[in-house]
T-cell receptor
Framework: AQTVTQSQPEMSVQEAETVTLSCTYD???????LFWYKQPPSRQMILVIR??????QNATENRFSVNFQKAAKSFSLKISDSQLGDAAMYFC?????????FGSGTRLQVQP | NAGVMQNPRHLVRRRGQEARLRCSPM?????VYWYRQLPEEGLKFMVY????????ESGMPKERFSAEFPKEGPSILRIQQVVRGDSAAYFC???????????FGQGTRLTVV
């Protein structure tokens, strides 16, 4: 079975500041991928960043980066220089041979 | 390359009617997933299909719900005899092969009145 846990229902950050969203997971598979998806008010699911489990180097996409701790089964998302457009629900997700399993989400508010 | 297309975007059904939700995956993608999202909640996995095969339907209610992904045409999620509790957003996603990121459609918002 796969499980994904996001323990922060809501987070808030000032514009231009940095925020970290937490995620832990569990899986019995050795080959898996981890993702962060963003869901703005439009409800469209947007892929933010992906991490292959076999890669030790943390993924980075512009202002978004992850801290992937494989032994601890932790996969946090760091958003630098936060912008108003970053306000959304953020979902951590895991896939192996099964379909994507999602966490319960973290609502990020960005204060001007 | 068009993205994942879902239609209709909004669907209103009376209790007891049937709802049919369609999903056309991205070109070259042979794996389709259906998720359900209630307001203020995460996405709950329903079913995972490949062409003409159901790979995993562990998230699908045993009654009234069915899904297919035929050799030709879109994937269909069918809900028979809808009830108010079926009101939700239903998202379809596709991927070229697992394990890979899934690309999502814009969802179908089903309202049962």
């Amino acid at each position: 079975a796969q499980t994904v846990t996001q323990s922060q229902p809501e987070m808030s950050v000032q514009e231009a500041e940095t925020v970290t969203l937490s995620c832990t997971y569990d899986t019995s598979e050795s080959d898996y991928y981890l993702f962060w998806y963003k869901q703005p008010p439009s409800r469209q699911m947007i892929l933010v960043i992906r991490q292959e489990a076999y890669k030790q180097q943390n993924a980075t996409e512009n202002r978004f980066s992850v801290n992937f701790q494989k032994a601890a089964k932790s996969f946090s998302l760091k958003i630098s220089d936060s912008q108003l457009g970053d306000a959304a629900m953020y979902f951590c997700a895991l896939t192996g041979r099964r379909a994507l399993t999602f966490g319960s989400g973290t609502r990020l508010q960005v204060q001007p | 390359n068009a993205g994942v297309m879902q239609n209709p975007r909004h669907l209103v059904r009376r209790r007891g009617q049937e709802a049919r939700l369609r999903c056309s995956p991205m070109k070259g993608h042979s794996h389709v997933y259906w998720y359900r999202q209630l307001p203020e909640e995460g996405l709950k996995f329903m079913v995972y299909l490949q062409k003409e095969n159901i790979i995993d339907e562990s998230g699908m209610p045993k009654e009234r719900f069915s899904a297919e992904f035929p050799k030709e045409g879109p994937s269909i999620l069918r809900i028979q005899q809808v009830v108010r509790g079926d009101s939700a957003a239903y998202f379809c996603a596709s991927s070229p092969s697992p394990p890979r990121e899934a690309f999502f459609g814009q969802g179908t918002r089903l309202t049962v009145v």
